[in-house]
């Protein structure tokens, strides 16, 4: 059992938005520890999307964005594209058991 | 560029142990925090273990806790998990990460490798 809380799949048309929550505690989200998001794309590795709950790394579009509030964050992604299908992971710290923590991942699927 | 690949993986039986190797190029691996992130097959990311720059400071997921040993060698710019023990459900692909710093608590991976795959049957 994943420790952030995720909804296993979402799905959206071409250039349609949607959002994906990460639900947290007040061990972790809750604690003022940062949220950073993962894309993963079918049989490759992970790779940083969002870090520090709102900033892109260089070379990810605009299209994706990051928000925290209380015990939980939100990913964002509009204009949504056939190449966005992938799985993707939140990720922060529990600072109370001084460990990564992962969400379950979820699905995004293009309609 | 920066690069990771990691390599060891295999089938292994149940209670063997088994050691996993991430090398690195493309930047100053003395700096860097790494991480050793596993994923079940089907199944979403589990963060496993962590070691600062400096191999002083480790961490490990409950899980592995007293099975699993991460190290690092800074003069070749490797790092390692030795696992111990294993069991059914340490099946998975080990991925290694690169911290963004050296390792502090909230900090991202940045840079990952390709993963193997260790499989644990008899």
């Known amino acids: 059992q994943s420790v952030l809380t995720q909804p296993p799949s979402v799905s959206g048309a071409p250039g349609q938005r949607v959002t994906i929550s990460c639900t947290g505690s007040?061990?972790?989200?809750?604690?003022?520890?940062?949220v950073h998001w993962y894309q993963q794309l079918p049989g490759t590795a992970p790779k940083l999307l969002i870090y520090?709950?709102?900033n892109r790394p260089s070379g990810v579009p605009d299209r994706f964005s990051g928000s925290k509030s209380g015990t939980s964050a939100s990913l964002a992604i509009t204009g949504l594209q056939a190449e966005d299908e992938a799985d993707y992971y939140c990720q922060s710290y529990d600072s109370s058991l001084t460990v990564r923590v992962f969400g379950g991942g979820t699905k995004l699927t293009v309609l | 560029q920066v690069q990771l690949v990691e390599f060891g993986g295999g089938v292994v039986q149940p209670g063997r142990s088994l050691r996993l190797s991430c090398g690195t190029s493309?930047?100053?691996?003395?700096?860097?925090?790494i991480h050793w992130v596993r994923q079940a097959p089907g199944k979403g990311l589990e963060w496993v273990a962590s070691?600062?720059?400096?191999?002083?400071?480790?961490y490990y997921a409950d899980s592995v806790k007293g099975r699993f040993t991460v190290s690092r060698d800074n003069s070749k710019n490797m790092v390692y998990l030795e696992m111990n023990s294993l069991r059914a459900e340490d099946t998975a692909v080990y991925y290694c990460?690169?911290?963004?710093?050296?390792?502090?608590?909230?900090?991202?991976?940045?840079?990952w490798g390709q993963g193997t795959l260790v499989t644990v049957s008899s």
């Open positions: 520090d709950n709102t």
């Open positions: 070691i600062w720059y400096d191999g002083n400071n480790k």
């Open positions: 990460a690169r911290d963004v710093s050296g390792g502090r608590s909230q900090t991202p991976f940045d840079n």
């Open positions: 007040s061990s972790d989200i809750g604690a003022d520890s940062d």
């Open positions: 493309g930047f100053t691996f003395s700096i860097y925090g």
